[in-house]
Every structure is written in C-alpha cells, then in structure tokens.
C-alpha cells in the first residue's frame, strides 16, 4: 500500500528526536550558507575543510573532561581564529598557509586525545552526525550560535563586501582585512559547531559550501545570493534528514547529497536559461 505524501512528511515530525533534529537542520541551513557565500567569494573554501579538523581537537578534550562535546567544539573554533588571526598579524604567512598551520596543529591536538580514551561512538556522532544525539540544549545553543552568525554577516556586510569586491577601495578606507578574515574563520568555526551533533562537522562543511555554490549559478545580486543560498541550505538540511528516517542511512551524508544535488540542479536549470549565464559580475543590492 502506498503512504500518502503528507504522512511521509508528518510521520517524522511525530517524533521529539526529529523534532530536535529539524530545528537544529534549520539553524544549521541558514548559518551555513551566509557564512558560506562569503567563504566561496574570498576564495576561502578550504577554511571551512580546515575548521572541521581543528574542532577534533575541543571535542576530544571535552569527551575526555566530561564537558559538553559542543562548548569544546566552541572553545577550538575561537582558538582556531586566534591562531589564524595572530599568525597573520605577525609574520609573513598567506592566509591559507595561517589556516593549514594552525588547523593541522590543532587537528593533530585531537588526534592524540582521541588515542588517550575518547569514547570513538561518540566522535563518530560528532564527525557522521546522529539526530538521536541532539538534545533540547543541544538546540538551544545551536541556535544561539546560529544567531550569532547571522549578526556577524548583517554587521560585517558593508565591510565584507568591501573587502571581498573592491579590497583596493577597502584598503584605502583603512578597513582591516586581517580582522575581518579572522571573523569570517570563527563565524565559520561556529557554523561547524552548530551541525556537529546533527549532520556532523564533515557534513557542515557541504552546507557551508554547496548552497553557495549553487545560489552563486542563478542569482543576479548579492542579497539574492545570499537569500537563495540559505532556502537551498534549509531545504537540504530538511530533505537529507526524511531521507535518512525513511532510508534508515546516515544524516550527514544524506544532507551533503540533497546538498550537492541542488548544485547539479542549478547548473541544470542555468543551461536551460542562457540568458542567466551573461549575469554581470558586479555585486548589487
């Protein structure tokens, strides 16, 4: 007997742990992808890569101290970013050299306390994703962080797209593009953290990365790529999690395909209407 199409979207939400799940796929599809737009402007991708190794290093400090696996995933994202922030401030490295240095120290960090005792379930949660996991706190604090990525991007817009459009302009206004890279990399680390318990923070990474992409084929402005990157984002977030009830297959994978799919289908549709394909390259309103 075939299941009506609204039971096969109300069945899930019957249960308080997909609840949970679905509120967190929200928070996670809005962040991801305002951070993520600007990650893939700045020529940043592999920073959001970088972040999901160095959150190892707080998680497994926190499986081995009895703390919250999320407040340790806080803690190395804000030590990533200082990390990042004074290599560039006093010596000579590129940006992505700062990045693959202190990512790679801290990830090394995580290893080691992973071979000291961690409980490797747990880690797997953290890496994989298990909606069975997140609980009502779980929520609430990814929201907040949630929250607090969307404030950084409303405050920073101006400045981001200076810096990101017109660095030489921005430069001339004194606009301190190191200080500003170092935010976009917490504003990243946090966006990590927010999926950790849901998607995991390998999969947070496609959330960053591909709804960006894919807003990126269509949208003609800035705001409607920005726009179009978070529905993308909470529709992949909300889709990979009823595949994976009802498929009984892993969240986080499950969320990266919707994920990577809806680039597929932009590119697709992008083909189908050439006239989108001649867009200016200049950013408006």
């Excluded at 269509?218 to 999690?241: D, S």
Aim: hydrophobic share 60%; glycine share 10%; charged share 5%.
């Amino acid at each position: 007997m075939t299941v009506p199409v609204w039971e096969w979207f109300s069945e899930p939400l019957s249960l308080d742990f997909m609840q949970r799940a679905m509120v967190s796929a929200l928070a996670l599809g809005i962040a991801a992808p305002l951070a993520g737009v600007w990650a893939t402007h700045r020529g940043l991708v592999y920073l959001t890569d970088a972040m999901s190794h160095a959150v190892l290093s707080g998680v497994a400090a926190a499986s081995l101290l009895g703390f919250s696996l999320l407040l340790g995933g806080v803690v190395s994202a804000v030590v990533m970013a200082l990390l990042v922030s004074g290599l560039l401030a006093r010596t000579r490295l590129s940006p992505d050299s700062a990045i693959g240095v202190s990512a790679q120290g801290l990830f090394a960090l995580g290893v080691i306390g992973v071979s000291l005792g961690s409980d490797p379930r747990t880690l797997s949660h953290v890496l994989f994703g298990n909606p069975l996991t997140v609980s009502a706190g779980d929520v609430a604090l990814q929201g907040g962080l949630a929250a607090v990525v969307v404030l950084l991007v409303v405050v920073f817009l101006p400045v981001l797209t200076a810096t990101t459009f017109d660095p030489s302009h921005a430069r001339s206004l004194g606009i301190n593009a190191t200080l500003l890279d170092s935010a976009l990399v917490l504003g990243l680390g946090l966006v990590v953290v927010v999926g950790m318990t849901t998607v995991g923070v390998l999969m947070a990474v496609t959330l960053c990365v591909a709804p960006a992409a894919a807003a990126q084929l269509l949208a003609r402005t800035l705001n409607g790529t920005l726009i179009l990157a978070v529905v993308l984002g909470v529709c992949a977030g909300f889709g990979g999690l009823l595949f994976s009830y009802h498929l009984a297959v892993p969240a986080g994978p499950a969320v990266a395909v919707v994920a990577v799919a809806t680039v597929a289908a932009c590119g697709a549709l992008q083909r189908l209407r050439p006239s989108l394909s001649s867009r200016p390259q200049g950013v408006t309103a």
